[in-house]
T-cell receptor
Framework: DGGITQSPKYLFRKEGQNVTLSCEQN?????MYWYRQDPGQGLRLIYY???????QKGDIAEGYSVSREKKESFPLTVTSAQKNPTAFYLC??????????????FGPGTRLTVL | GESVGLHLPTLSVQEGDNSIINCAYS??????FIWYKQESGKGPQFIID?????DKRQGQRVTVLLNKTVKHLSLQIAATQPGDSAVYFC??????????FGPGTRLSVLP
């Protein structure tokens, strides 16, 4: 089955620790995105990547880092510099980096809780 | 900044009735709009999309209406079922880039 997988589903972190959230897609999509979801708010863009080895900051990139070494993988690291990391994190992808009118396909999400 | 918003945070409907979920967007340059459904603890699922060259688009039991004059988008669900209970998001973009998502409307279907 083609799709986007995120792991783990639940993640607990102690203050001061870095954690990495995994996002993998086998859809052969060019562009991948990371969003953060908080209660009562719309999805907010953290980082996105349109091609391998290239990525751009979104609206709330501070305290996060990403890499895009492979087309199918776009891991997100939540660093200790992120002051309020407890949230639901969603990864998404679209077929073409420059193509218009492409819906975003979402993964199942990872819920991160800071203890 | 520009953002997509929703008029109602919650909506309760009787099973079998039609549901209408509304959305306002502020970016006049937006030309592509999507409705997503998100069940608790899961990722959003695509429901239907519409481009700005259309006013209406129908899917299976769902219809999206776009009024560009007042920058308003709505999702109509016919014969609402218990499985339709979820949070519904609208999102707008310019040519499928840089989507802006609304906070969502929670739809509750009453038996």
């Amino acid at each position: 089955d083609g799709g986007i997988t995120q792991s783990p589903k639940y993640l607990f972190r102690k203050e001061g620790q870095n954690v990495t959230l995994s996002c993998e897609q086998n859809l052969n999509h060019d562009a991948m995105y990371w969003y953060r979801q908080d209660p009562g708010q719309g999805l907010r863009l953290i980082y996105y990547s349109q091609i391998v080895n290239d990525f751009q900051k979104g609206d709330i990139a501070e305290g996060y880092s990403v890499s895009r070494e492979k087309k199918e993988s776009f891991p997100l690291t939540v660093t200790s510099a992120q002051k309020n990391p407890t949230a639901f994190y969603l990864c998404a992808s679209i077929p073409g980096a420059g193509g218009p009118y492409n819906e975003q396909f979402f993964g199942p999400g990872t819920r991160l809780t800071v203890l | 900044g520009e953002s997509v918003g929703l008029h109602l945070p919650t909506l309760s409907v009787q099973e079998g009735d039609n549901s209408i979920i509304n959305c306002a967007y502020s970016n006049s340059a937006s030309d592509y709009f999507i409705w997503y459904k998100q069940e608790s603890g899961k990722g959003p699922q695509f429901i239907i999309d519409i481009r700005s060259n259309m006013d209406k688009r129908q899917g299976q039991r769902v219809t999206v209406l776009l009024n560009k004059t007042v920058k308003h988008l709505s999702l109509q669900i016919a014969a609402t079922q218990p499985g339709d209970s979820a949070v519904y998001f609208c999102a707008d973009s310019k040519s499928g880039q840089n989507f802006v998502f609304g906070p969502g409307t929670r739809l509750s279907v009453l038996p």
